[in-house]
T-cell receptor
Framework: GENVEQHPSTLSVQEGDSAVIKCTYS??????FPWYKQELGKRPQLIID?????GEKKDQRIAVTLNKTAKHFSLHITETQPEDSAVYFC???????????FGSGTRLQVQP | ETGVTQSPTHLIKTRGQQVTLRCSSQ?????VSWYQQALGQGPQFIFQ???????GRGNFPPRFSGLQFPNYSSELNVNALELDDSALYLC????????????FGEGSRLTVL
């Protein structure tokens, strides 16, 4: 089955700096890669996703890149703000299977 | 349009007991998935239901079972509870005919003593 590795497990940045979280996956059939943000005691919320037919996608301060050959994808957050502090999860799925395999999460702390 | 709702939000059980968790999917969504999230870990796929049938299952034993009803709501049942079953149980709904994006509920936090 699919295996998703996520790094780092914790990340502390100063407000205004950029943050990068990296994930690798094992199943070459995976073609859907969402990123979720989970605040303490709250539900995971989708912040951005990318499909295997594109290499990069941006949404304001958030961008995701995908390298299918190397089987890795990354989340980039620019101009970080204290409200970006949360746990971020990457995930991968073969849309035919429709089950997401999640990484272990990255706790991002943005220091004001 | 209502989002995904789950009940109960918190519950405490003892080893060996049985538990039923409930989920109402987002309006218009026909697929429900259940995930288990242990403390400090990512969610793990339990199973998915579509048209009242199980449509994919993760690495969970048969004592984890589920149902989907004609209105697309769903139940997760866990028999013979073990201490390691303590976790946040997340329900997620999606529209199989569309993007497949998952919308999560707030979860049911189960503590097994």
């Amino acid at each position: 089955g699919e295996n998703v590795e996520q790094h780092p497990s914790t990340l502390s940045v100063q407000e205004g700096d950029s943050a990068v979280i990296k994930c690798t996956y094992s199943d070459s059939a995976s073609n859907y890669f969402p990123w979720y943000k989970q605040e303490l005691g709250k539900r995971p919320q989708l912040i951005i996703d990318i499909r295997s037919n594109v290499g990069e996608k941006k949404d304001q301060r958030i961008a995701v890149t995908l390298n299918k050959t190397a089987k890795h994808f990354s989340l980039h957050i620019t101009e970080t703000q204290p409200e970006d502090s949360a746990v971020y999860f990457c995930a991968a799925a073969d849309t035919g299977r429709r089950a997401l395999t999640f990484g272990s999460g990255t706790r991002l702390q943005v220091q004001p | 349009e209502t989002g995904v709702t789950q009940s109960p939000t918190h519950l405490i059980k003892t080893r060996g007991q049985q538990v039923t968790l409930r989920c109402s999917s987002q309006s218009g969504h026909n697929t429900v998935s259940w995930y288990q999230q242990a403390l400090g870990q990512g969610p793990q796929f339990i199973f998915q239901y579509y048209r009242e049938e199980e449509n994919g299952r993760g690495n969970f034993p048969p004592r984890f079972s589920g149902l989907q009803f004609p209105n697309y709501s769903s139940e997760l049942n866990v028999n013979a509870l073990e201490l390691d079953d303590s976790a946040l149980y997340l329900c997620a709904s999606s529209d199989r005919q569309k993007s497949g994006e998952l919308f999560f509920g707030e979860g049911s936090r189960l503590t097994v003593l």
